[in-house]
């Protein structure tokens, strides 16, 4: 009996982690086939681990789409509006289900929205948002920053015990200020003479309509190179991370998932009512995002799997409770763990996902995101509905966002949205503080 005790106390003790990736485009990396990503540490994740094709958003905000992965919940159950509406009591949540079980819970997050005045903190131990300071114009802090107290915050949790671990890296989100000045100069074009650089003066020419209509293609191309450059920055950095939790013995039982909680319009859609950035639309530009696992040791997952069949962001929490050992949904989450173990796929959850912007618009009587434009995606097709402009079009789940003339899927899918819709909870008043409002405006979220 004693051999057996004495092996049981030398097992590594078992890590999850959640890293995101804010704004983070699919179709941006190298291992969703992007050439010259500049993404070698996520690839050799996706290598290493499971895939998944077409992961969708329910959610094009931050903390929106954060709530989704943590609850198992689409916004119509969980009620956040968009950022700056905290999460309310009662939910269940991944870290407290984690908490419950035992385990460690730490979280270090990189931007404003996430800060724990916003109660999605709940469950964590540790919750470090850095006390940020949006008077001062602190609302984001770098992912080298971020991965500094991740390290700091184990240190001081002494021996290793079962712990979740939650990464939160902001830097693909706009502005792109955060990659090193070489990395910038590498992947741009130096004979680039147009007045887009990397500084915050970029965002506001991107949401400038009058200076959208006169880019050149030059400036476009700039515009993606900057966006990927701080894609290839933040994967330099996930990259120490995993290399800072090899270091500490903490990969050999561990379970690595990265996400981002929704993509970014980058001019290149042309059903986007926004050119650049997120909040109005819901097409595949701003739905499809990354979804990776990797397990090691008693977490151990199949390796070079790529999962074609739609998922969603929800699902996470369920499947990472299961795989964990601690069972039960989470949320109206799936396991998708039959997804890479091969086994035959039952029935394919519908996928809902709403805008949150113009705000001005929101309803004042009913769910404040009614009139924007909403989706439902049924594995195969994404029906996009713009109540604002009356407008209504049929996608398939591909990369050119076909478009698709099927009558009968289009009044099927419409149906489904409309019931949604019609179990959408009452108009919630904003709840922020001024510190958290004044966040949101230096982030571009309010005006």
């Given at each position: 009996?004693?051999?057996?005790?004495?092996?049981?106390?030398?097992?590594?003790?078992?890590?999850?982690?959640?890293?995101?990736?804010?704004?983070?485009?699919?179709?941006?990396?190298?291992?969703?086939?992007?050439?010259?990503?500049?993404?070698?540490?996520?690839?050799?994740?996706?290598?290493?681990?499971?895939?998944?094709?077409?992961?969708?958003?329910?959610?094009?905000?931050?903390?929106?789409?954060?709530?989704?992965?943590?609850?198992?919940?689409?916004?119509?159950?969980?009620?956040?509006?968009?950022?700056?509406?905290?999460?309310?009591?009662?939910?269940?949540?991944?870290?407290?289900?984690?908490?419950?079980?035992?385990?460690?819970?730490?979280?270090?997050?990189?931007?404003?929205?996430?800060?724990?005045?916003?109660?999605?903190?709940?469950?964590?131990?540790?919750?470090?948002?850095?006390?940020?300071?949006?008077?001062?114009?602190?609302?984001?802090v770098g992912a080298?920053?971020?991965?500094?107290?991740?390290?700091?915050?184990?240190?001081?949790?002494?021996?290793?015990?079962?712990?979740?671990?939650?990464?939160?890296?902001?830097?693909?989100?706009?502005?792109?200020?955060?990659a090193p000045v070489?990395?910038?100069?590498?992947?741009?074009?130096?004979?680039?003479?147009?007045?887009?650089?990397?500084?915050?003066?970029?965002?506001?020419l991107l949401s400038?309509?009058?200076?959208?209509?006169?880019?050149?293609?030059?400036?476009?191309?700039?515009?993606?190179?900057?966006?990927?450059?701080?894609?290839?920055?933040?994967?330099?950095?996930?990259?120490?991370?995993?290399?800072?939790?090899?270091?500490?013995?903490?990969?050999?039982?561990?379970?690595?998932?990265?996400?981002?909680?929704?993509?970014?319009?980058?001019?290149?859609?042309?059903?986007?009512?926004?050119?650049?950035?997120?909040?109005?639309?819901?097409?595949?530009?701003?739905?499809?995002?990354?979804?990776?696992?990797?397990?090691?040791?008693?977490?151990?997952?199949?390796?070079?799997?790529?999962?074609?069949?739609?998922?969603?962001?929800?699902?996470?929490?369920?499947?990472?409770?299961?795989?964990?050992?601690?069972?039960?949904?989470?949320?109206?989450?799936?396991?998708?763990?039959?997804?890479?173990?091969?086994?035959?796929?039952?029935?394919?959850?519908?996928?809902?996902?709403?805008?949150?912007?113009?705000?001005?618009?929101?309803?004042?009587?009913?769910?404040?995101?009614?009139?924007?434009?909403?989706?439902?995606?049924?594995?195969?097709?994404?029906?996009?509905?713009?109540?604002?402009?009356?407008?209504?079009?049929?996608?398939?789940?591909?990369?050119?966002?076909?478009?698709?003339?099927?009558?009968?899927?289009?009044?099927?899918?419409?149906?489904?949205?409309?019931?949604?819709?019609?179990?959408?909870?009452?108009?919630?008043?904003?709840?922020?503080?001024?510190?958290?409002?004044?966040?949101?405006?230096?982030?571009?979220?309010?005006?």
């Amino acid at each position: 009996m004693l051999i057996p005790l004495l092996l049981a106390c030398q097992r590594p003790a078992p890590l999850v982690v959640l890293v995101s990736f804010d704004t983070t485009r699919a179709d941006r990396l190298g291992a969703y086939g992007l050439e010259n990503a500049g993404t070698p540490n996520l690839d050799r994740l996706a290598e290493e681990g499971v895939l998944f094709e077409w992961a969708l958003s329910q959610s094009p905000t931050t903390l929106a789409s954060h709530t989704s992965v943590f609850s198992g919940l689409d916004a119509h159950k969980h009620s956040v509006v968009r950022n700056g509406y905290p999460l309310a009591d009662g939910l269940d949540l991944i870290g407290e289900r984690f908490q419950a079980a035992g385990w460690d819970t730490l979280g270090v997050i990189g931007a404003s929205p996430l800060q724990d005045s916003m109660n999605i903190h709940q469950g964590f131990r540790v919750w470090e948002d850095h006390e940020l300071k949006p008077y001062l114009g602190q609302v984001e802090v770098g992912a080298d920053e971020v991965n500094a107290k991740v390290f700091e915050i184990l240190e001081q949790a002494g021996r290793p015990k079962p712990t979740l671990l939650f990464v939160h890296y902001y830097d693909p989100h706009s502005p792109w200020t955060s990659a090193p000045v070489p990395m910038v100069q590498a992947r741009t074009d130096s004979a680039y003479s147009g007045e887009l650089g990397q500084d915050e003066r970029a965002v506001r020419l991107l949401s400038d309509p009058h200076y959208i209509a006169q880019m050149t293609e030059s400036d476009k191309a700039q515009a993606w190179d900057l966006y990927q450059a701080e894609i290839e920055w933040t994967d330099q950095q996930f990259g120490e991370l995993l290399a800072g939790l090899e270091r500490r013995g903490r990969l050999e039982d561990s379970l690595v998932v990265v996400f981002s909680d929704h993509g970014e319009s980058m001019n290149d859609n042309p059903w986007s009512t926004l050119p650049y950035g997120h909040g109005p639309d819901v097409d595949l530009d701003v739905l499809r995002v990354p979804l990776l696992f990797r397990g090691e040791g008693s977490l151990a997952l199949p390796a070079k799997v790529r999962v074609e069949r739609q998922v969603r962001l929800q699902d996470i929490g369920t499947t990472v409770l299961g795989h964990a050992g601690l069972g039960g949904p989470l949320g109206d989450g799936e396991d998708l763990a039959p997804l890479w173990s091969g086994a035959p796929g039952g029935r394919i959850p519908l996928a809902f996902a709403e805008a949150t912007k113009p705000i001005p618009l929101e309803s004042k009587k009913r769910w404040n995101n009614l009139p924007f434009e909403r989706s439902v995606a049924n594995g195969e097709r994404l029906l996009v509905v713009s109540p604002l402009t009356r407008t209504l079009s049929l996608h398939g789940l591909d990369a050119a966002q076909t478009s698709i003339d099927e009558a009968d899927t289009r009044a099927a899918l419409l149906k489904e949205l409309e019931a949604w819709d019609r179990a959408a909870p009452p108009y919630r008043d904003p709840e922020m503080t001024g510190e958290m409002e004044e966040a949101l405006k230096r982030l571009g979220y309010l005006e």
